[in-house]
Each structure stands twice: as structure tokens, then as C-alpha cells.
């Protein structure tokens, strides 16, 4: 296959054609997907994301893996939903140490008509202070999705998790066809669209693929695709699930990127179990997005000198939003370093 035609759009994907991208060589599988990655992205290059959990456990849904669920104890502190000001305010900080886009992520199985009004506030003030807005409410309707477009919000997160056969075993309280139907309410309203899935939930392989060739063979492929290492919470049914094998899981970067060329591949959850050379093999597969500065909802997420030094070691540089210049970007970082141990830039989710 040539370069060019390994890296056209497709939404055809089938699952013996992902399963032979997986099966590659290791090293062919990386040169292939390094190859397509420049073809679209400055591979040093990396866009740095905060998350916020604006409002934390007792969750109705019952995902598996999911230390925010009612359904399991882990002893997670409830929270009700934060107020607009302290939401804003992090979303300062988070930009004060870099951050392009702000993330807001609410324990719901949908927005209630009584926090709408807040949430759409959020949006309009975190998207006043220059940042991109991203969020993740659980199911939306279609006139929930047109406020919040019209709120200004740029990206709607709502994850597949897996493959539609693999499903039934992790989540009981939504449909696959239910995240679908939200997904497509998302595209409409004029969003742009982060989904993807998480890994070490006990699939298979073919699972792996499948959750894939659900996202590339959306009708548009999502501009954001997290990948996940499942995060082993105490007291969560998944709790004692084994490892991935961590070349599994950069495999499944690599084919995603192969898969969807032109979207953020977000080296996502888990990534504080990685050493930093697994971290490098991530990028050096396409991952090309990470979250950092804030605690990941409501697992850990390796502090942000760290990631920065990694960064500096590597020779990546954070991604710039357009309208940012550079050099001011990058200054932000520099300070970052320097400040970040003002523990008033951590916002603890599970404080
Ligand atoms: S993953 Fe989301 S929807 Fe599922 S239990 Fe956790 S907070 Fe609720």
C-alpha cells in the first residue's frame, strides 16, 4: 500500500482489513502509522487538554469500569455540581499553564432541565476566556445539543467504550444505539465530536478492531479519539482485570491512527501507569493529544512538570491554537514549570 492511499479517508472499514493492520510486525505497523501521521500532523507537535470534573459520582448509568457509578463503593466523594465561578476560575489556571481546550465532565446519565442553565454558562465563560470548550454530559437531546452549540461549545465528548458485541458486558444501562443516536445529534448541532474507548476490560482483539471500525466508519470521522487503559479501581467489577500487554495498547494507537489520519489520537486514562518510554512509543504511533494539569476526572494524571520535561526530552512542542501565537504559548509553558507547584492550579476532583 502507498503512503498516500494508507492515509486517505475511509469510512469502509472492515474487520478482517483492521485485523491485518493489527497483526503487522510491530516495527512495520509503527513505520505505517508514523508515515501517515506526518502525512497530516507536525509529528513533534502534541495538544495539551485540562479536565475538570464539574460534578463527581453517584452515577445512575452502571459502566464497569467506572469508580463514579452509583451502582459500585469506592469511596468516592459525591459532589453536586460546582459552581459557574470555580469552574471558570480553573479554566484561568488551566490556560495559565498552557492548556488550549477545557474539558468539563459531569457523572450523569443526562443534563437535567434544572442545570442546563449552568452548564451553558460554563461553556460561554470558559469560551470567553479563549479557550476551546469541550464537555461530556452522558446522553443529550436534540434540543440540549443545539443550546450548548449555540452556547459556543466546541467539542461534545461521548465515548463507544468498545465494540457494539463487547458492550452488553461492560454497560447495561444505556444502548450502544443510544450513544450512536447522541453522537449524530452532536455532528448536527455542528459540533466537533471526541469518541473512543478503553482498553483492558477484558475484550478481544476483534473487539479492539470493532470499537475502531465503529468511529472510522462514522459518517465524518471524530476530530478527537481518546484511547484508554482501563485505570483498575477498588470496589468497580473490573477492578481485577488483567494488564493489556503494553505493545497491545500501542498497537491500538497505531491502527488508530492509520484508521482516522486527520484526528487528534488522545493518549488518554491510564497514562500515569506508563513510563515515559511507553509514553514516546505512543507519539512515535500517532498519538498526538494528552490531558494534563488537572486530576483526570477522578483518577490520577501524571503532574504537569512532568509531562513538560518529557516533552522538552522528546523535542515536542505543545500544539498552538490557531489564533495563539507561538512563542506566547510556549512562554506560558516555560512559566508553567516554574509555577506549577502553586498547588491552586490542581484542582482535586475527588477532594
Ligand atoms: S462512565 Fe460516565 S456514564 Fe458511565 S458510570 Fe461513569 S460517569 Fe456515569
Known amino acids: ?11 469502509d472499514w472492515s474487520l478482517d ?8 510486525p510491530f516495527n512495520d505497523l509503527l513505520f505505517h502509522a508514523q508515515t501517515v501521521h506526518r502525512q497530516h500532523f507536525d509529528a513533534n ?14 452515577c445512575p448509568e452502571d459502566c ?13 466523594d459525591k459532589e453536586k455540581l460546582m459552581e459557574v465561578e470555580k469552574v471558570l476560575q480553573a479554566a484561568a489556571d488551566a490556560k495559565a499553564i498552557g492548556s488550549t481546550r477545557f474539558c468539563m465532565g459531569a457523572a450523569w446519565k443526562h443534563p437535567s432541565a434544572k442545570d ?12 470567553a476566556l479563549g479557550l476551546e470548550t469541550c464537555m461530556t454530559l452522558g446522553k443529550l437531546d436534540q434540543e440540549q445539543t443545539r443550546a450548548l452549540a449555540e452556547a459556543g461549545l466546541d467539542y461534545y465528548n461521548h465515548n463507544l467504550d468498545t465494540s457494539p458485541e463487547f458492550y452488553g458486558n461492560i454497560i447495561t444501562t444505556r444502548t450502544y444505539a443510544d450513544r450512536l443516536e447522541t453522537l449524530s445529534y452532536v455532528r448536527d448541532a455542528g459540533m466537533k465530536i471526541c469518541s473512543g474507548g478503553i482498553l483492558g476490560m477484558g475484550e478481544s482483539l476483534n473487539d479492539r478492531a470493532g470499537l ?3 468511529l472510522a466508519n462514522l459518517p465524518e470521522h471524530p476530530e478527537s479519539v481518546p484511547i484508554n487503559m482501563l485505570v483498575k479501581v477498588k470496589g468497580t467489577p473490573l477492578a481485577d482485570e488483567q494488564d493489556v500487554d503494553p505493545f497491545d495498547f500501542i498497537r491500538m494507537l497505531a491502527v488508530a491512527r492509520i ?25 512515535f504511533a500517532g498519538a498526538n493529544s494528552i490531558f494534563y494539569g488537572e486530576k483526570l476526572l477522578t483518577t490520577g494524571n501524571p503532574q504537569a512538570d512532568k509531562d513538560m520535561l518529557l516533552f522538552k526530552r522528546l523535542g515536542i512542542q505543545p500544539e498552538a491554537r490557531e489564533e495563539h501565537d507561538d512563542e506566547v504559548h510556549q512562554a506560558a509553558i516555560e512559566q508553567a514549570l516554574v509555577e506549577q507547584r502553586d498547588s491552586k492550579l490542581f484542582y482535586d476532583a475527588t477532594a
Open 17 to 24: 482489513e483492521v485485523k491485518a493492520l493489527f497483526e503487522q
Open 64 to 76: 464497569k469500569y467506572c469508580p463514579q457509578s452509583g451502582h459500585y463503593n469506592t469511596g468516592l
Open 116 to 127: 442546563m442553565p449552568y452548564v451553558l454558562k460554563m461553556v460561554e465563560g470558559v469560551k
Open 212 to 214: 475502531l471500525i465503529q
Open 259 to 283: 484508521m482516522m489520519p486527520k484526528s487528534h489520537v488522545r493518549l488518554s486514562a491510564g497514562r500515569e501507569q506508563m513510563n515515559e518510554q511507553m509514553q514516546a512509543l505512543a507519539f
Open 45 to 58: 507537535r502534541v495538544q495539551v487538554s485540562t479536565l475538570l470534573s464539574i460534578k463527581t459520582g453517584a
Open 1 to 11: 500500500m502507498s503512503a498516500t492511499s494508507a492515509s486517505a479517508l475511509r469510512h
